[in-house]
């Protein structure tokens, strides 16, 4: 089983950026508590990941894991709130997805309450820091297990 974990803009700053709201863990410490968990879960289990601060170069991210991904997870960061190209590559593909969020998006500023990921989304995880990622990974790895 293959899942590839995207991450949109900013969050290549983690560690840096608003500590007080995405917390001091950076990307590379959540890359590896997954690779931790993917391990405990199945030796099946293949992960990659993607970061980009381009709306472009995830949606063409996305067609490029047609027929090769079971699974994506994606946080796509301020484009949830914006990007119908990302919803459309989603659902082009027709890849299972799952959307996460270090922040509960609806706790917060309510132009962040709107995603465009979520309808074409089989689950959302929101607001339990590094820990989205990982409840994200075992909700996808479920669901797919069961397909
Ligand atoms: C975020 C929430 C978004 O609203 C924001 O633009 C981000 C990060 C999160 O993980 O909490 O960049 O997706």
Redesign the pocket.
């Known amino acids: 089983m293959k899942i590839l974990i995207i991450n949109g803009p900013?969050?290549n700053f983690l560690g840096k950026r608003e500590p007080d709201i995405y917390g001091s863990n950076t990307l590379e410490d959540i890359n590896a508590v997954l690779e931790k968990e993917s391990a405990i879960l199945s030796k099946d289990l293949q992960l990659e990941f993607f970061q980009s601060n381009s709306e472009g170069e995830i949606v063409s991210k996305i067609q490029d894991a047609f027929e090769k991904f079971n699974g994506i997870i994606i946080?796509p960061?301020?484009y949830?709130?914006t990007s119908v190209a990302i919803r459309d590559a989603l659902l082009s593909t027709g890849i299972t997805t799952v959307e996460v969020?270090?922040?509960n998006?609806f706790k917060r500023e309510e132009f962040?309450h709107k995603s465009y990921v979520s309808g074409v989304s089989v689950g959302v995880v929101s607001g339990f820091g590094i820990n989205s990622y990982v409840l994200g990974l075992r909700g996808i790895f479920e669901t797919l297990k069961s397909h």
């Open positions: 900013n969050l946080n960061a301020a949830t709130h969020h270090i922040s998006i962040r």
